[in-house]
């Protein structure tokens, strides 16, 4: 059949919808990424925590969970700050706001890698 320009599609195509809806799948694709990483950082903060506070095998493993799960109470980091400063103080090891600010810092970047690394 040759083409005359009379002929018309049923459903005409919809270009933008397919590309709002890659970039609506982008967005989560990160979001879904963003969140793998938090929760990566927060169970090394929790290990390192432990760590500092002399927990070892099964009790470091178990604190470095409820570092994670304190990560549900707010948006944010603060409610994770808050729980490890909090669990700190309550066993006098001397970690000052900064230094563990500066460590979460520094492990976002290593759970970033691990988490690039395993979805590559």
Do not use: C
């Not at 969140?35 to 070892?56: H, S, Y």
């Amino acid at each position: 059949m040759v083409y005359t320009g009379k002929e018309r599609r049923k459903t005409p195509r919809r270009p933008t919808d397919t590309k709002a809806k890659g970039h609506e799948i982008d967005f989560l694709r990160r979001g879904e990424m963003e969140f793998k990483v938090i929760a990566r950082r927060n169970k090394l903060l929790g290990l390192w925590a432990a760590e500092k506070m002399g927990m070892t095998g099964g009790t470091a493993e178990e604190y470095g969970k409820e570092v994670v799960v304190s990560d549900l109470e707010e948006p944010g980091d603060a409610d994770v700050f808050r729980k490890v400063m909090k669990d700190f103080a309550e066993k006098g090891v001397g970690v000052s706001e900064d230094g563990l600010r500066q460590e979460m810092d520094a492990l976002l970047g290593v759970a970033r890698g691990q988490i690039d690394s395993e979805s590559a």
